[in-house]
């Protein structure tokens, strides 16, 4: 049954929406129609097995991938295909997959970037807000990101994207390449946690079972369409959803 | 003695025009990732269009300054227009190598169409001889190598000091990533190509003037003291090419004082080759570089 942008949202406005979205690559239709909605504090989550087209449609929605028909919006506005780094001028933080730190540069480097477009005082004082937020980090400010584990490249990585202090958080498959234990640190202690921090935070996971336990809202998309739409617990709960959808990302290597 | 000091002196003059273009070059691949061969051709185009603002009796140090920005200009177009879309289809690093490969040589062809394969030449530019340290120079090559310098010190403090310069280096390291951070960085990309194509220029106009006479091939000859330059000091790292210059400089000239003017080139193949062997991160490796600029 379709479900209402306010059920979606849990009430509020979305910070974050796509309304028909239709992406690809070239004249190739990857993402068919999506309608998502993304609201403040909340934590919403897009599923579904291998080659579903939930990469494209994150990067139809960051700029990165072409959108054939349909509108992106961000804070009511419609910002469609507007490149990445008007977005992150606007809002929205980004953290890739893979190769999503500068690699080369210290954290404290890697910070800096992240506020580029602050002037010195203010990325100062905004470093020390975000160290706030993972205070782990503190120590390893001189490290550099090549010389670091998986988990606390992300975490850096992340900490990058909160430099601009943006309303929304789009994390591409933060967990892949993270060991089970590792994988609910990244989930909980970020993902949840910038949620809690009031971000309203889209999430794409091929470990779908533990992002859905930590979601607000799940989308399950399966060849490019939404097949279901419902609050995260839902889904986990669903045998279908989980044997249909789910069961191929969770047997290859999804975290029960 | 005596021809050591001189052969000393001509390899900074000559070194000081490899330092020129192999910064540009380096700097090139070192932020788009491009190792462009057409390089070699732009010098050439650089020279022919300096050649032209001469015959208008315009002083050389202005032809020299007017050429870069039209190469500067070039370059950015020619990045636009050719490597750009290749990249955005997915070209490999290969295929755009070979690609400017080709560019170059069409380049190089064009230009004989407009000026024909005769020789060119400046004509007398050198100026008064100076003496610094028993070390002769003529005029043009104290200007030159001046040029040189300011343009080195006024890269650096570009990369180190400005903002623009550590989105530079932000763009170098991580593109997508630098997008996320609000870089604009087609911009950026634009810019590093209108700096180096605008030392490309500077550089052909030097070599052109530093040159008894020139012809169509003068940029691509040219192109292996570069690349030395580059590899030697690391490739992708602006000061590297600078020491790589003065040393690739200095070496061809010894070998050709010493030995015969015909090993001046075998000269840099040789340091390539051993660079490559033993070295093939070159003299000052990345990260020490990063570091430095990134501290900034």
């Not at chain 1, 992406?23 to 999506?34: K, S, T």
């Not at chain 2, 190598?145 to 763009?171: D, Q, S």
Request: aromatic share 6%; glycine share 10%; hydrophobic share 50%.
């Amino acid at each position: 049954m379709p479900t209402s942008s306010a059920e979606r949202t849990g009430g509020g406005g979305s910070a974050l929406a796509t309304r028909g979205l239709v992406a690809g690559y070239g004249d190739v239709v990857v993402v068919h129609g999506v309608d998502l909605d993304v609201a403040e504090g909340r934590l919403v989550t897009v599923v579904g097995p291998n080659g579903a087209g939930k990469s494209t449609l994150l990067k139809a929605i960051l700029g990165l991938s072409r959108v054939m028909d349909g509108h992106v919006v961000l804070d009511g506005d419609d910002v469609t295909g507007q490149p990445l780094e008007l977005l992150a001028r606007r809002g929205i933080g980004y953290v890739p997959q893979v190769d999503d730190v500068f690699e080369t540069l210290r954290v404290s480097e890697n910070l800096e970037m992240g506020g580029y477009l602050l002037d010195k005082s203010e990325r100062a004082a905004r470093v020390d807000e975000v160290l706030e937020i993972f205070p782990a980090l503190k120590p390893k400010m001189r490290r550099y990101l090549g010389t670091m584990s998986g988990g606390e490249r992300k975490m850096t990585a992340v900490a990058r994207a909160l430099m601009l202090a943006p309303r929304v958080l789009v994390l591409d498959e933060p967990t892949a390449g993270l060991s089970p234990a590792l994988t609910r640190v990244v989930l909980e202690e970020q993902a949840r946690a910038l949620a809690s921090h009031g971000k309203a935070v889209l999430l794409v996971e091929q470990k779908a079972h533990a992002a859905l336990e930590i979601s607000d809202w799940a989308y399950v998309l399966v060849r490019g369409a939404v097949a279901k739409s419902a609050p995260a617990r839902e889904v986990l709960a669903d045998p279908d959803m989980a044997e249909i959808f789910l069961g191929a990302a969770v047997r290859d290597g999804g975290v029960k | 003695m005596k021809l050591l000091i001189e052969a000393i002196g001509f390899g900074i003059a000559t070194g000081a025009v490899i330092a020129l273009g192999a910064v540009g070059f380096s700097v090139q691949f070192g932020i788009s990732n491009v190792l462009n061969i057409t390089y070699g051709s732009m010098m050439t185009l650089a020279a022919f269009v300096g050649y032209a603002f001469l015959q208008l009796n315009v002083n050389v140090w202005i032809v020299m300054a007017i050429t870069s920005a039209v190469i500067g200009v070039a370059s950015v177009v020619f990045n636009r227009i050719l490597l750009e879309p290749l990249k955005r289809r997915g070209t490999s690093f290969v295929g755009i190598i070979i690609a400017t490969v080709s560019a170059a040589i069409v380049l190089q062809y064009a230009i004989v169409v407009f000026v024909g394969a005769t020789a060119h030449s400046f004509g007398e530019q050198s100026g008064r001889t100076l003496t610094v340290l028993d070390l002769v120079f003529t005029t043009s090559q104290v200007i030159i190598i001046c040029t040189t310098v300011a343009l080195m010190v006024g890269f650096h403090l570009l990369l180190t000091r400005t903002k623009i310069g550590r989105a530079m280096r932000a763009t170098s390291t991580n593109r997508t990533v630098a997008r996320a951070c609000g870089i604009r960085t087609e911009r950026i990309i634009d810019f590093t190509w209108l700096l180096s194509g605008a030392m490309c220029g500077a550089a052909g106009v030097a070599l052109a003037i530093t040159t008894v006479s020139f012809d169509f091939t003068l940029g691509s000859t040219f192109l292996i003291y570069m690349i030395a330059a580059a590899v030697l000091g690391g490739i992708g790292q602006p000061y590297g090419a600078m020491v790589g210059g003065l040393v690739v400089g200095i070496a061809s000239q010894v070998a050709g004082a010493y030995w015969s003017p015909a090993y001046q080139d075998v000269i840099a193949f040789v340091i390539l080759i051993i660079m490559l062997l033993v070295r093939p991160r070159g003299l000052f490796s990345a990260g020490a570089v990063t570091r430095r600029l990134a501290n900034t």
